[in-house]
């Protein structure tokens, strides 16, 4: 599976272009970098043929920018369904965009679950509720090649933080638990540098950062 690794300027999280026949972003950034986004995607993939955002959760420096990636490109926005209702109605609070003074629209966003799969074309990924950061938090999972999309819940050397609005320290423990059961190769993080070839090591060590053995 290749995945193009857009790296975050300012306050945006990482974005990641998953390639295939039907190309799948995950996450939007704060909306300030768009045009600049959609020149990247545009001269990777065919953005005619990407029709998938993926959000890994409710935040606005994963979420800011949906509203003009999923008008310009054409493409439905999926979020797990207990993040789905404050990003859809546009909640400035519950998407913590009033904490950088911004706000966003209102959105048509497709609910999804665990268990729920997106497929490329050539590759499938497995959403995985990680929540702990935020309670609809997820990780996009492809078994085949063991790449491991983790959103805001495991980060290089460290996890996202759990003292936002409907985070939970004992759920993100869980929740890296959870992903430790599974064998991973390479982390890609919503924010900060990938982990390649050594993603077993990293949830170790994220267990260990949350006091887990």
């Given at each position: 599976?290749?995945?193009?690794?857009?790296?975050?300027?300012?306050?945006?999280?990482?974005?990641?272009?998953?390639?295939?026949?039907?190309?799948?972003?995950?996450?939007?950034?704060?909306?300030?970098?768009?045009?600049?986004?959609?020149?990247?995607?545009?001269s990777?993939v065919?953005?005619?043929?990407l029709?998938?955002?993926?959000?890994?959760?409710?935040h606005?420096?994963?979420?800011?920018?949906?509203?003009?990636?999923?008008?310009?490109?054409?493409?439905?926005?999926?979020?797990?369904?207990?993040?789905?209702?404050?990003?859809?109605?546009?909640?400035?609070?519950?998407?913590?965009?009033?904490?950088?003074?911004?706000?966003?629209?209102?959105?048509?966003?497709?609910?999804?679950?665990?268990?729920?799969?997106?497929?490329?074309g050539?590759?499938?990924?497995?959403?995985?509720?990680?929540?702990?950061?935020?309670?609809?938090?997820?990780c996009?999972?492809?078994?085949?090649?063991?790449?491991?999309?983790?959103?805001?819940?495991?980060?290089?050397?460290?996890?996202?933080?759990?003292?936002?609005?409907?985070g939970?320290?004992?759920?993100?423990?869980?929740?890296?638990?959870?992903?430790?059961?599974l064998?991973?190769?390479?982390?890609?993080?919503?924010?900060?540098?990938?982990?390649?070839?050594?993603?077993?090591?990293?949830?170790?060590?994220?267990?260990?950062?949350?006091?887990?053995?």
């Amino acid at each position: 599976m290749t995945i193009r690794f857009l790296p975050g300027k300012g306050y945006d999280c990482n974005l990641y272009l998953i390639e295939g026949r039907d190309p799948i972003l995950v996450d939007t950034g704060t909306g300030q970098y768009t045009d600049s986004i959609i020149k990247s995607i545009a001269s990777l993939v065919d953005s005619e043929r990407l029709r998938t955002i993926v959000l890994t959760h409710r935040h606005y420096d994963h979420v800011g920018g949906a509203s003009s990636l999923m008008k310009s490109l054409g493409a439905r926005v999926f979020i797990h369904e207990l993040d789905a209702e404050v990003v859809g109605n546009g909640d400035s609070w519950g998407t913590m965009s009033a904490m950088f003074s911004k706000s966003i629209d209102a959105i048509e966003v497709v609910s999804i679950k665990a268990g729920h799969m997106f497929s490329t074309g050539d590759h499938k990924l497995k959403v995985m509720h990680t929540p702990g950061h935020s309670i609809g938090s997820i990780c996009l999972y492809d078994e085949s090649t063991k790449d491991l999309i983790s959103g805001d819940t495991v980060f290089i050397g460290g996890v996202g933080r759990w003292d936002l609005p409907s985070g939970d320290f004992d759920a993100l423990v869980r929740s890296v638990h959870r992903l430790r059961e599974l064998d991973i190769r390479n982390i890609y993080p919503g924010h900060g540098p990938c982990g390649i070839g050594n993603g077993n090591e990293q949830i170790a060590e994220a267990l260990s950062y949350l006091g887990e053995t």
